[in-house]
């Protein structure tokens, strides 16, 4: 049975419960969130009861569900998480590396691998993909210098990755993937934001698809679902055992799961696998690529397209930057992007994302592009960033916990940070805690007064 069915069956055969969640299906309910919420969503929430599964160990429904998840994805295991990728991404390094291990990381990952780092005492060497200043992102990953770095480092477990990244950039994981295996390295691929591949051919091939040993997806960036859902899958080739994926899990994660979430992650992928998902999904694309020509034609408008998933939207603006062109948005149109960098604005398109919605925005590029409104001579000079190598001088497990203090920025060249420092989003790191501070960072953060450093 499935979950969906197992909530519907609980409301025809309605029994008393002594139980936790004490609103007691919508009994309870604080008059602010009724009026806000509604009932509804309260008569979906239980814990373990007579019927129904656990999250930690399951047996019933929400096995059948995950088992139904790993069919769709093709996958040796698949499990629903309610603590969206981040909690995925901490089980899926909890699950390869052990204390002092060594793993390589993709710079622009994603703040929770940081979190990894702290949990699971592992050392971390990092890799930086290319970065595009014209744009002000990262790119992809050159394969030579993955496999430089492999062959110096032996002792290397694990790769993380992000693909595609936050703007949508997508890597050639099938060629990534045969380098890891060669040097015997697990590779793990946080696909946060490529959970509508799976789904749709003319989008980017799924990770899973093409090797990697976990993949991570997060189904309320792209796809529809409600915050945080997620995903985790272990690819069917891997060694990895589905029994060490749900320990490690269970060590982070909630033990009572909202079942909202549950049901919510069960029918977004039953939906997204049925052809009438299928047809769903195909309009929303056909949407997205209409908009995407006609962006094109707009003077002084450009939209970045160097292999980019189409559900991100990167465009920039001639004599903008854009933090300009996203206030200008935002003020005069009301519209609100993803995110804004000191070249480009983001915006995230996915299930939601209606055709008027689109048309609108559209409309807005179209007249603010047209009145060719020069800004940037009279604006503030953005520091430029160029991202460089981190200098690790304290491993993150080792360094946390340990004393800071605040000082001013401008003292604190070649001190400790005691900080994850990171715009959000979209939570890539710039300095974490144990790392060298340097010129540049100071540069790039000179609009912040203090800084938090080891003592
Ligand atoms: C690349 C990437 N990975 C992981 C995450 C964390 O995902 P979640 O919010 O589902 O925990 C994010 C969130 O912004 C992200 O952008």
New binding site residues.
Partial sequence: MSIINCIEKFKKHKRELYTTPSHGQGCFVAPDSLKLLGKKIFTCDFSEIEGFDNLANPKGVIKSAQDFAAKVYDSKATFFLVN???SG?IAAMYSVLKRGDKVLIARNC?K?VYNGLVLTGAIPVWIMPKYNSDWAIFETINLDYLEEMLSRNRDIKAFIM?NPT?EGVMSDIYRISSVCKKYNVKLIV?E??GSLWNFHKSLGTPALIQGADIVVQ?L?KTAGALN?S?LLHINRDSDIAPKDVQNSLNLITTTSPSYPILVNIESTIKYLSSQKGKFYLFDVIKNINRMLRNLKAIPNLEVYSYNNDISKILVKVTNMTGFELSDILFEQYGIEDELANEKSVLFLAGLGTTKVKLKKLEKALFDLCSKNIKISQNSPDYNSYIPTEPRVRYIPSLIWGKPYKEIELKYALSRVCMEVICDY???VPVLLPGEVIKKEHIYYLSDRQKIKVLS
């Fill in positions: 969206g990728s981040t991404i994603h929770s992000t936050y946080d946060a934001h997060s309320h945080p997620a989003p979209p939570g």
